[in-house]
C-alpha cells in the first residue's frame, strides 16, 4: 500500500518504501501538527499506533482480517503487533 511513485537514489516505483524511512517521516508530521506526548511520556510512534489498529480490528472483525489490512503474509508478524507487551490497563478489585 506504501510505495514510491517516483524514481529515488536506490527505489525504483513501486518499491516498498522502508520501515525507518516511515517511522522518520510519520515522527517529522507528528511533530508538526503539534501531537505531544502525556506528561513524562513521549508521543506515540508510527508502530504503536499500528498496533493499536490492528488490535482494534481483530476485536472488531477478527485476525484473519487484520492480518489482510495489515499487509502481512504471516500471521506471525500480526500476532506481534497484537502483544500489548503488559501495557493494558488492569482492572483491581479491592474488598473491604
Partial sequence: MIHHQRP?????????????TISKRFSAA??????????????P????????????????YGAEFAQAIAGHKDAAMTAIY????????VQVKVQA
Avoid at 48 to 54: G, P, Q, T, V, Y
Avoid at 82 to 89: A, C, F, L, M, N
Fill in 8 to 20: 529515488r537514489t536506490l527505489s525504483k516505483p513501486g518499491d516498498q518504501v522502508w520501515v525507518d
Fill in 30 to 43: 507528528r511533530d508538526l501538527a503539534g501531537v505531544k506526548g502525556e506528561e513524562g511520556k513521549t508521543p
Fill in 45 to 60: 510512534t508510527f508502530h504503536e499506533i499500528r498496533s493499536l489498529s490492528i488490535r482494534l480490528y481483530t476485536e472488531a
Fill in 82 to 89: 497484537r502483544d500489548v507487551r503488559g501495557s493494558e490497563w
